[in-house]
């Protein structure tokens, strides 16, 4: 049996914005109580998986006594899901412990662009290696992924990412709007899917993530369970 457990949840800024002093963010400065740090998400079974690498990945590991991972999947190259990677590869750095990051193929140059110091001499490429998710000879914690490209609006595309295994068939969908192809996603047991707002009121060409209620709208399509 296999747990998921949410290490981070806010939008790509982090809750509070360290600038912002409106009513949501000073009560997350006072209180703590919707204080949040950005998505990371971990599974923990026969192995522990790593879903993204967010910038607080060091406070997350460090706060939920977690210490080691045996892989990471990466579901895209923007800052709020990637720019953990420098801390695990300085676990594996110091530990010697292997800890392969797995991506989508399409997504491989643009992180190896980001982390160019990954691929210099043969330390990096040996315990901290950038693998394409598509020729990925192994399951992750007992599942089969594959990875799905979405459209992330107006900034770009994402890939999400199916799981598939004696665990369950799920699905972790971090950053969509205007989903086309439904069939890889109706009828999963869990399917996790990223909102902003309640209701957002700007206009769409500007948004990059469904809000709330046009989530509830797409679950009450897929009918995940």
Known sequence: MSRLRFLGSSDSQGVPRWWCHCVVCEEARSTRLNARTRPSALIEGSERVLIDASPELRLQM?????????????????????????????????????????????????????????????????????????????????????????????????????????GGSWGYMSDCIGLQDLEPWRGLDLLVLGTSFYHEAAPLEGRSVYDVLEGLELIAELKPQ
């Open 62 to 166: 460090t706060r939920e006594g977690i210490d080691q991972v045996d892989a990471v999947l990466v579901t895209h190259a923007h800052n709020d899901h990637i720019l953990g990677l420098g801390d695990l590869v300085d676990r594996a750095r110091w530990t010697n412990l292997l800890c392969p990051v797995y991506l989508p193929e399409e997504v491989v140059p643009q992180a190896t662009e980001r982390f160019a110091y990954l691929e210099r001499g043969d330390f990096y490429p040996k315990y901290a290696p950038l693998k394409p998710l598509e020729s990925a000879l192994r399951t992750f914690a007992g599942y089969q992924v594959r990875p799905v490209k979405v459209p992330h609006g107006w900034n770009g595309w994402s890939y999400a990412l199916c799981f598939g295994g004696e």
